[in-house]
């Protein structure tokens, strides 16, 4: 096995690795573009290895089944698909708090709802610790974290549950997560 198949080998269990601990575990590299530089070089790579083995029987069958696997994630209305490019495409802007946590709007999936995650870093990776809805009623209208001026981490409360201070215009609103 020659050097070209085992980078490969390793970039496509990497990948695996950080796909599976993202979706069962929420973990992933801090700020998210680790994950997808991954994602896309193992989405390059493949294409490099299939064609230029295509003449091996092993890159044929490799091949067939990767376009099995995109053909048949695309039966149950494309979500397996769409929810893995929209892993490596989707740009999620987080927002610092302090030194130990920050916030994104995120989904996980293109027909789940959005909402608000609460991040901790862990040196190079960083953990979903509690996530809260996606927008925020004040007085009949709807305001995204977007629409914060500021937002603060209070003290937290004896459950040991993480409070942060959302301040729009007229009102401040506290989440508990």
């Known amino acids: 096995m020659n050097n070209e198949i085992k980078i490969y080998i390793g970039i496509t269990v990497l990948m695996l690795i950080d796909l599976s601990l993202f979706l069962t575990f929420d973990i992933s590299f801090i700020g998210n573009l680790i994950d997808r530089i991954i994602l896309w070089i193992w989405f390059i790579t493949t294409?490099?290895?299939?064609?230029?083995?295509?003449r091996k029987r092993w890159a044929k069958i490799y091949g067939?089944?990767?376009i099995i696997l995109i053909?048949?994630?695309l039966l149950p209305m494309m979500i397996p698909f769409l929810t893995t490019i929209g892993f490596a495409l989707v740009n999620e802007d987080s927002i610092k708090i302090d030194n130990e946590i920050?916030?994104?709007?995120?989904?996980k999936s293109v027909i789940a709802m959005p909402y608000i995650s609460v991040l901790k870093n862990y040196w190079i990776?960083?953990?979903?610790?509690g996530k809260t809805e996606y927008d925020f009623e004040i007085n009949d209208d709807f305001f995204h974290i977007d629409d914060a001026k500021?937002?603060?981490?209070?003290?937290?409360?004896?459950?040991?549950?993480?409070?942060l201070e959302f301040e729009?215009?007229?009102?401040?609103?506290?989440?508990e997560i």
């Open 47 to 54: 294409f490099y290895v299939v064609f230029k083995y295509i």
């Open 64 to 66: 067939g089944i990767l």
């Open 71 to 73: 053909g048949l994630s």
């Open 102 to 107: 920050h916030i994104r709007e995120t989904s």
């Open 125 to 129: 990776f960083e953990r979903e610790i």
């Open 150 to 163: 500021s937002i603060k981490r209070l003290p937290e409360s004896n459950d040991k549950k993480i409070r």
């Open 168 to 175: 729009f215009e007229n009102e401040k609103i506290i989440r």
